[in-house]
Nanobody, 114 residues
Framework: QVHLVESGGGLVQPGGSLRISCAAS????????MIWYRQTPGKDREWVST????????NYSDSVKGRFTASKDNGQNILYLQMNNLKPEDTAVYYC???????WGQGTQVTVSS
């Protein structure tokens, strides 16, 4: 059974940093590209980044490029998202998944506010 568990969110001031995690189980994590999404109330989930199965590359949305860094630890089955220079518009619930769209986790809330 697939489980995706996001964690590490919280309240941070504009310009601050935060690292969130996604612990995966129930599938061959090392064989899948992993994706970060985020969602705010009343809006569709927004794509944030895609990391190759072997962590060879990551693509980012224009809204986070240069500020966010995703990485994939295939030994621990964990996907990370290091978020720097956070802005109020980054406030959202962050989710991870694959292109297979496994059952969604509960997400982790990131709030950027002074």
């Amino acid at each position: 059974q697939v489980h995706l568990v996001e964690s590490g969110g919280g309240l941070v001031q504009p310009g601050g940093s935060l690292r969130i995690s996604c612990a995966a189980s129930g599938f061959e994590f090392a064989e899948y590209a992993m994706i970060w999404y985020r969602q705010t109330p009343g809006k569709d989930r927004e794509w944030v980044s895609t990391t190759a199965s072997g962590d060879e590359w990551t693509n980012y949305s224009d809204s986070v490029k240069g500020r966010f860094t995703a990485s994939k630890d295939n030994g621990q089955n964990i996907l990370y998202l290091q978020m720097n220079n956070l802005k109020p518009e980054d406030t959202a619930v962050y989710y991870c998944n694959t292109v297979e769209k496994f059952p969604w986790g509960q997400g982790t809330q990131v709030t950027v506010s002074s």
